[in-house]
């Protein structure tokens, strides 16, 4: 059962544009709403994250939306640049002891010049 | 300030053998947690050790095993090595609860 659905799986985009990553979640218990940058060869970077207490969340060219009574958050990359071409991941968990982080199966982000 | 290191960075083991994965966290963060990633799973969880105990585990065989010790450091150990265990295995550490998860660069993992 995958508990946090990520779309698209594939994202080209030209140097300046805004590209969107969608994910949606089932278990109304997570409470923390990370993302997660990836290049090849490395372990996942943390973005930015979110608690479900706000709608929006704003850190450089990054902003997370979220729409807790559709389970649902996004990523919003403004004014994308070829370094910011990897695979990115959204991530829940439930905070606490019983703390684990689960993923959505990734974007893979091009950015053209 | 030092992030978090996993050795090796890479490794090549045979089916039936088995491998330990070590990784040290953050200074001063007491969680570490694992997890295993493969192109058509993505990443999955394996477990979490907080202060020496295993405090939540994924749905993963028996087969996969770890543990940490006083200063944090955590190992994690897969006996009886399938092809399918071939993957790049990555350690998070954490100061405490409700704190940001980072990740080391992993250990790439090839079973043949």
């Known amino acids: 059962q995958q508990q946090v659905k990520q779309s698209p799986q594939s994202l080209i985009v030209q140097k300046g544009g805004i590209p969107i990553i969608n994910c949606a979640y089932e278990n109304t218990a997570f409470d923390y709403f990370p993302w997660y940058q990836q290049f090849p060869g490395k372990g996942p970077a943390l973005l930015i994250a979110?608690?479900?207490?706000?709608s929006e969340k704003k850190e450089g060219r990054f902003t997370i939306s979220f729409n807790k009574s559709a389970k649902q958050f996004s990523l919003h990359i403004m004014d994308s640049q070829p370094g910011d071409s990897a695979t990115y991941f959204c991530?829940?968990?439930?905070?606490?002891?019983?703390?684990?982080?689960?993923f959505g199966k990734g974007t893979l982000l091009t950015v053209n010049p | 300030k030092a992030g978090v290191t996993q050795t090796p960075r890479y490794l090549i083991k045979t089916r039936g053998q088995q491998v330990t994965l070590s990784c040290s966290p953050i200074s001063g963060h007491r969680s570490v947690s694992w997890y295993q990633q493969t192109p058509g799973q993505g990443l999955q969880f394996l477990f979490e050790y907080f202060s020496e105990t295993q405090r939540n585990k994924g749905n993963f065989p028996g087969r996969f095993s770890g543990r940490q010790f006083s200063n944090s450091r955590s190992e994690m150990n897969v006996s009886t090595l399938e092809l399918g265990d071939s993957a790049l295995y990555l350690c998070a550490s954490r100061l405490g609860q409700n704190t940001e998860a980072f990740f080391g660069q992993g250990t790439r993992l090839t079973v043949v």
């Open positions: 979110i608690r479900p207490d706000v």
């Open positions: 991530a829940a968990s439930k905070q606490g002891s019983n703390y684990k982080l689960t």
